[in-house]
């Protein structure tokens, strides 16, 4: 009896015999995965590569991109197209109130004048430029970035007015220059449909009150 009684099973997680340990109840994982939300679409779970460590990332991926292509690719594309539509807003409202002397024949409608200066050459010019610097320089500086190099996407070293001297200030400005550039992508878009609609640039629409055809 003494030894039925010494061979007892505590009703701990320990069984013992005589005092000494020889078995443990398994314990169930008390640990929960919870799946974040995005930040841009709150009834969506967040992508797994955009973890907030990139300037800009809310967490916006609808359609899965960043599972399947470079998340650093996908990056250099985007402030690429940002800071083309940044110019291309720009020189939209521009073109309604200044044009070059020796342009002096240009249309003030954007849209016209687009036409206008493709036929005049002085848009292949830019296009020949703008090729060539994405030849010799922006194609191998986007392999050096998803190669692992050490290049931020859209970083040319170009910062005339020595804005970004610390790691902070350069992730703010960053940002800053992504949300203007995400605006102006959809403003672009929206002038160029506008125009179509009124025949009339930005401003001209504005003053006259007339934004439906």
């Not at 960043?66 to 539509?85: D, F, P, T």
């Not at 009124?198 to 629409?205: A, D, F, I, L, N």
Request: proline fraction near 6%.
């Amino acid at each position: 009896m003494a030894f039925v009684s010494a061979f007892s099973v505590a009703a701990s997680k320990q069984s013992s015999f005589a005092g000494c340990s020889v078995s443990t109840k398994a314990v169930a994982p008390t640990a929960k995965w919870t799946m974040q939300k995005s930040q841009a679409i709150p009834f969506l779970d967040r992508p797994k590569k955009l973890d907030g460590s990139m300037p800009g990332d809310v967490g916006f991926d609808p359609f899965g991109f960043s599972e399947g292509i470079s998340l650093i690719w996908l990056r250099e594309a985007e402030i690429k197209h940002a800071r083309i539509c940044m110019l291309a807003v720009l020189g939209f409202i521009v073109q309604e109130f200044y044009t070059f002397p020796f342009y002096s024949g240009a249309p003030k409608a954007p849209v016209a004048a687009h036409e206008y200066f493709v036929n005049f050459g002085s848009l292949g010019q830019i296009l020949l430029f703008t090729s060539a610097f994405e030849a010799i320089v922006g194609f191998p500086a986007v392999v050096q970035s998803v190669n692992g190099g050490s290049r931020k996407p859209g970083e040319f070293g170009f910062d005339p007015l020595g804005l970004c001297k610390s790691d902070a200030q350069f992730k703010k400005y960053s940002e800053a220059e992504l949300v203007n550039g995400r605006l102006c992508m959809i403003a672009i878009g929206g002038f160029v449909h506008q125009y179509w609609l009124t025949k009339m640039g930005v401003v001209e629409q504005i003053l006259n009150g007339k934004f439906l055809p």
